[in-house]
């Protein structure tokens, strides 16, 4: 048949890579100077690789060209979106890849432009499974792609249907082997481009599934090819038999979207993780780097759990904070994209990407306090002016859906002395301001509505009280960290509790944890420390015992960036003792230091300092594991191995938008080759190993690989040290990744952290399904508090939003992009229809069921404060609301 062969120019745009974010910008702003000098002709586009950021980057240095640009995008002569970055995929959250398109149309809006009707997936490595339902929840038909796709396993054609565990389906167009860059550098003789379409032909025509294919005319950074238009006239005039021409991103999808609708497509489903005997997957990089995925994960959770549902619960009191939380997401979004949140970039860009991450935890953190004083009614001037009537008290969050009773830990400040600040502040004789030593005692304080606190830690620190019409009133005050047990925590709400006002209660805690020197225990778990180190868990409700609970495991590793390259050697564990550092009776914590050898060193070189804190509080089901360690070693490979009694596992893990069940991959010897398939994957906050009558769920706070081994362990990666961006000569990946260059801060050595924790629980049926979603909520976002010093009376407890229905986890809580709904989302983790229920904090007057993208779809019945809905199995349920 004849082709209908679509040639689109385009750049493939890494914002940052093997030079920084700052020396691409400036041969950014080259190529669309070049653009706006002569831009596309009618019927054509240039195609800014399918992201928005690039047009900010660029107007950031040329704000007197935006006209130029918003009349080409106007015009579909240039095409940005619909992507702010283009990201990795399979490390953001889902609700980050939301935020993402959220951004990107957002970029494009300033100039009343639309992106293509196509996710643009060009360089991605690998795709998660619910892509099709974010496409579909942003009115987007058709995703094209590259890595992740394609070889044996997969349907031999460039298009199929995929569908989402939603259900929700999206066409996906699959490019050629050499992938975005199969049009680069046309020949502009005619001879020559006879041959170049020849062989293009060769390769395109028998994967053509609808005639209708893509030609993308560009490569990495390139600007446009210098004399592009005699170029694709020349392959116009080879390709006259077929329909050979110039085009745009949107003509193509117009057309493939046409042609589609009367073709019988192949279905597939699932992640899109397996592009081996195709073309390199790259599936090593879930833990290059891996103290910068933990980092995201922080600075994800705080803007998704923190910053967005109480700065949009507070804005019906207050301001609207939404352009301050879009800052924010910018800010997060920037560390994106796959080769910067990937770790496959040079030092100078993690460095600037940590800077960014650290920022947006700063402004999320920042926006959380202003809207919790707005939900409490706090007047941060009227409280500075009237220090006789404060009324120190402990304001205590809990960031979910859900009315929860626990342990929290609270910092309660009490003042010790006024520290004045500026001219005449000095003290006239040592010591007179009144400062106290770090080493004076701090008296405990007592929260009578909590009855007995236990002392975690003290501290001596200065403590501001600010407003936005005065100085800050600086002060020094004892910090008492307490745990404290909290009696039903408001859903998404605010807790109250006046500090040092009338009696303590003479109580005991109902709920209790025994901690001795070598032992922790509660109602739930029994935790053992041997002699030697080995820690084992018993599981009280089933007698259900594992003998050793973890264990380290560290090989030498000889890869790149983007390819591990672990090689065994011999090591050795030296256990070097233990202490109690919690002794109940709502927190107890047990500490175990160890230090790991390379054995085969004859000086015994250390590899690795390790302490281990194992700590289990009141009435928990899990027990924590938190790392602090220091590397000393480079190019290797350091992991934790948590040993379950349950082998032969189906595996679990989260991904975006819910759990799927992984399988190792096994591929044939002439792919492996050319790229080995590693046993690892990635991991979003927990893993989930399941048998016929048991499972255990190992929850992670951030680092993003794992391994599920076939003895029922579960292998995470704490430190991955290599010292090059990629190296040619690995059998794992022979050949260069990308553009070789020196890394030595990849190495990661010095202080590393990790937080983990281990629940054991029943098989895999309805109630454990919420039992583990609600207990990442535990683990990963705990009841906390902190005293707010000058409220001024007790400010009352704040309700939020609660969330009820079986299988049903909370997504998001945010500002519309308009302004004018709250949006509520949640996802349905089981397979089959649920009945869901939101309700509010103030009557309801309207809502309405709505896609991804807040497009409202359809009315929704309310009553009172109530909203009623269904969720479909997998199905992802958003809820305008006001």
Not at 817 to 840: F, I, K, Y
């Amino acid at each position: 048949m004849a082709l209908d062969a679509h040639i689109v120019s385009h750049t493939h745009w890494d914002r940052e890579w093997y030079h920084t974010a700052e020396r691409f910008r400036q041969r950014l702003v080259a190529l669309i100077d070049e653009l706006l000098d002569d831009p596309p002709g009618p019927g054509e586009s240039f195609l800014l690789d399918g992201q928005a950021i690039v047009i900010d980057d660029y107007l950031d240095v040329r704000p007197d060209r935006a006209g130029e640009i918003g009349r080409l995008l106007g015009d579909g002569r240039l095409e940005a979106g619909p992507w702010y970055v283009l990201a990795d995929e399979l490390i953001p959250s889902g609700e980050a890849l939301v935020r993402n398109l959220l951004a990107g149309r957002r970029a494009l809006r300033r100039f009343e432009a639309i992106a293509p009707p196509v996710l643009y997936c060009p360089d991605s490595f690998g795709h998660p499974a619910m892509l099709p339902a974010i496409a579909a929840g942003f009115g987007l038909p058709m995703i094209i792609l590259w890595r992740g796709y394609g070889g044996t396993r997969w349907p031999a054609g460039d298009s199929v249907r995929w569908a989402a565990p939603s259900g929700d389906e999206a066409l996906v167009f699959h490019l050629p082997r050499d992938g975005y860059e199969f049009g680069s550098h046309l020949p502009v003789d005619p001879e020559g481009a006879g041959v170049r379409w020849q062989r293009m032909r060769d390769e395109l025509a028998p994967r053509s599934t609808t005639g209708v294919m893509l030609i993308p005319h560009g490569a990495d950074h390139h600007a446009r090819q210098t004399d592009h238009g005699e170029a694709i006239a020349a392959l116009e005039h080879a390709g006259a038999s077929d329909s050979v021409h110039r085009s745009s991103l949107r003509q193509f999808a117009e057309h493939f979207l046409e042609r589609s609708a009367t073709q019988r497509l192949p279905l597939v489903r699932g992640e899109l993780r397996d592009s081996y005997g195709y073309t390199w997957t790259l599936q090593g990089t879930f833990a290059s780097r891996a103290h910068e995925k933990r980092l995201n994960a922080r600075a994800e959770r705080i803007m998704l759990r923190e910053a967005e549902p109480w700065s949009a619960l507070a804005a019906r009191k207050g301001p609207s904070r939404r352009a301050l939380v879009d800052a924010a997401w910018r800010t997060v979004l920037t560390a994106h994209p796959h080769d910067t949140i990937c770790g496959c970039s040079i030092d100078d860009v993690a460095a600037a990407m940590e800077g960014r991450l650290h920022s947006s935890i700063n402004q999320a953190a920042g926006i959380r306090d202003d809207a919790i004083a707005d939900l409490i009614e706090y007047d941060a001037a009227a409280a500075r002016v009237a220090r006789d009537r404060w009324s120190p008290t402990v304001i205590v969050r809990n960031a979910a859906p859900r009315i929860r009773s626990g342990v929290a830990l609270i910092d309660i400040e009490e003042f010790i002395a006024d520290v004045p600040v500026g001219p005449g502040s000095a003290p006239a004789e040592a010591n007179a301001a009144g400062i106290v030593s770090a080493s004076d005692e701090v008296p405990t304080p007592q929260v009578p509505a909590l009855g007995a606190l236990q002392v975690v830690a003290q501290r001596i620190e200065y403590s501001r009280t600010e407003s936005p019409h005065h100085y800050p009133d600086n002060d020094l005050v004892g910090v008492t960290r307490v745990a404290a047990w909290i009696e039903e925590a408001p859903a998404y709400g605010v807790a109250t509790y006046a500090i040092g006002v009338g009696d303590a209660p003479r109580r005991r805690a109902r709920r209790t944890v025994v901690a001795k020197s070598s032992a922790l225990q509660n109602e739930h778990l029994h935790v053992t420390v041997s002699d030697a180190g080995i820690v084992s868990l018993v599981h009280a409700a089933s007698g259900r015992e594992v003998s050793t609970l973890f264990e380290f495991l560290d090989d030498a590793d000889v890869g790149d960036l983007y390819t591990p390259a672990p090689r065994r050697r011999p090591f050795e564990v030296r256990f070097q003792g233990k202490r109690r550092t919690h002794r109940g009776p709502l927190r107890g914590a047990i500490a175990l230091r160890y230090r790991i050898l390379d054995a085969g060193d004859g000086a015994r070189g250390g590899i690795a300092d390790v302490v281990v804190n194992l700590t289990l509080d009141a009435d928990a089901t899990f027990v924590r594991v938190g790392i602090h360690g220091v590397n000393l070693a480079e190019d290797h490979r350091l992991r934790i191995a948590f040993h379950t009694d349950v082998v032969k596992a189906t595996v679990w893990p989260d991904a975006a938008f819910g759990a799927i069940r992984r399988e190792r991959l096994v591929i044939d010897d002439a792919e492996a080759a050319v790229e080995q398939s590693p046993p690892t994957a990635p991991l979003h906050r927990y893993v989930s190993l399941f048998g016929e009558h048991a499972g255990v769920t190992i929850f992670s706070d951030g680092l993003a690989e794992y391994e599920a081994r076939d003895d029922g362990s579960v292998a995470i990666t704490l430190v991955r040290a290599v010292g090059e961006l990629s190296k040619n000569n690995l059998p794992e990946r022979p050949g260069h990744a990308g553009w070789p260059a020196p890394t030595p801060a990849a190495q990661c050595l010095g202080p590393f952290e990790a937080e983990f924790a281990v629940m054991p629980h029943g098989a895999r049926l309805a109630l454990t399904i919420d039992a583990i979603e609600q207990t990442a909520d535990d683990v990963l976002l705990p009841l906390c508090g902190v005293t707010l010093r000058s409220a001024i009376g007790t400010p009352a407890s704040s309700e939020g939003v609660a969330l009820t229905g079986p299988g049903l986890a909370f997504s998001a809580i945010k500002e519309s992009e308009d302004g004018e709904w709250l949006v509520l989302r949640c996802v349905n983790l089981r397979d089959d229809e649920v009945a869901g229920q939101w309700r509010l904090p103030f009557d309801v007057a309207t809502a309405k069921l709505a896609r991804l993208d807040e497009t409202a779809i359809s009315d929704i019945a309310t009553t009172g404060d109530v909203i009623d809905f269904r969720a479909p199995g997998r199905g992802i349920v958003t809820v305008l609301v006001r």
